[in-house]
C-alpha cells in the first residue's frame, strides 16, 4: 500500500478529509484478493473495504478522517489479502479542531479628552470577529448607562468580518470619569 502513511493536518469537525492509498498487484500471474479493509481508530474509514485486483494492475481506496473532537488523532489501517505478506498497514494521523466564533477588539481603550457638561462626544471601537463561526452579539453595555451609551453596528459578525461599536460620553458632573463596556 502506498503511500505507508497519511497525514491529514488539521481537519474541522465538521469537515471529513479524504485523501487515497493505493494497493498494486506486483504478482503476474495471480489477483490478490483484499478480504477486508480495518481501522483501528474509528474516526478513520476506508472504502471500499474488499476489492480483487487483478495481476500486475493497481486499485485506490479512499481513507477519510472525520474527528468527533479537537485533537491529535492516530491510527492504522490494515489491508487484509491473500499476499505473501497477508496485510499491509498505513498509519493515518489527523489533528481535529472545532471552529468558534472569537471576539477581537481592536482597540481595548479609548480616551475622550475634555468635554463639557452636559455635551457629549462619540468615538468607535472596532470589533473583529477572528474566529470561523459567526459571532452573535445578544447586547453591549457600559456599567455607568448615565454617563456612557453604547451602541452596537450589528448584532452578528460574520467570520473574518468586522463591526463597529459607538461610545458616547455625556458628562453630568466634572472629573475624571471611566468606565467598562460589557459583552454579556
Given at each position: 500500500?502506498?503511500?505507508?502513511s497519511?497525514?491529514?493536518?488539521?481537519v474541522?469537525?465538521?469537515?471529513?478529509?479524504?485523501?487515497?492509498?493505493t494497493?498494486?498487484?506486483?504478482?503476474?500471474?495471480?489477483?490478490?484478493?483484499?478480504?477486508s479493509v480495518?481501522?483501528?481508530?474509528?474516526?478513520?474509514?476506508?472504502?471500499?473495504?474488499?476489492?480483487?485486483?487483478?495481476?500486475?494492475?493497481?486499485?485506490?481506496?479512499?481513507?477519510?478522517?472525520?474527528?468527533?473532537?479537537?485533537?491529535?488523532?492516530?491510527?492504522?489501517?490494515?489491508?487484509y489479502?491473500?499476499?505473501a505478506?497477508?496485510r499491509?498497514?498505513?498509519?493515518?494521523?489527523?489533528?481535529?479542531?472545532?471552529?468558534?466564533?472569537?471576539?477581537?477588539?481592536?482597540?481595548?481603550?479609548?480616551?475622550?479628552?475634555r468635554?463639557?457638561?452636559?455635551?457629549?462626544?462619540?468615538?468607535?471601537?472596532?470589533?473583529?470577529?477572528?474566529?470561523?463561526?459567526t459571532?452573535?452579539?445578544?447586547?453591549?453595555?457600559?456599567?455607568?448607562t448615565?454617563?456612557?451609551?453604547v451602541?452596537?453596528?450589528?448584532?452578528?459578525v460574520?467570520?473574518g468580518?468586522?463591526?463597529?461599536?459607538?461610545?458616547?460620553?455625556?458628562?453630568?458632573?466634572?472629573?475624571?470619569?471611566?468606565?467598562?463596556?460589557?459583552?454579556?
Amino acid at each position: 500500500a502506498e503511500p505507508g502513511s497519511l497525514a491529514f493536518g488539521k481537519v474541522w469537525t465538521d469537515s471529513p478529509k479524504t485523501d487515497t492509498v493505493t494497493v498494486t498487484n506486483g504478482d503476474a500471474v495471480n489477483s490478490l484478493v483484499i478480504d477486508s479493509v480495518v481501522s483501528s481508530n474509528s474516526n478513520f474509514s476506508v472504502t471500499p473495504t474488499t476489492a480483487t485486483i487483478n495481476a500486475l494492475e493497481s486499485a485506490k481506496f479512499d481513507v477519510t478522517v472525520h474527528p468527533v473532537t479537537a485533537g491529535t488523532d492516530s491510527g492504522l489501517v490494515v489491508f487484509y489479502h491473500n499476499g505473501a505478506t497477508t496485510r499491509d498497514t498505513v498509519m493515518v494521523t489527523g489533528t481535529g479542531a472545532v471552529k468558534v466564533a472569537t471576539l477581537g477588539l481592536q482597540t481595548h481603550s479609548k480616551m475622550f479628552g475634555r468635554v463639557l457638561l452636559d455635551q457629549s462626544k462619540t468615538d468607535t471601537v472596532k470589533i473583529k470577529n477572528t474566529g470561523e463561526l459567526t459571532l452573535n452579539i445578544g447586547s453591549m453595555t457600559s456599567k455607568d448607562t448615565a454617563t456612557f451609551g453604547v451602541t452596537l453596528g450589528s448584532t452578528t459578525v460574520l467570520a473574518g468580518d468586522s463591526t463597529y461599536v459607538s461610545v458616547t460620553f455625556h458628562p453630568k458632573t466634572t472629573g475624571n470619569k471611566a468606565d467598562t463596556v460589557v459583552l454579556p
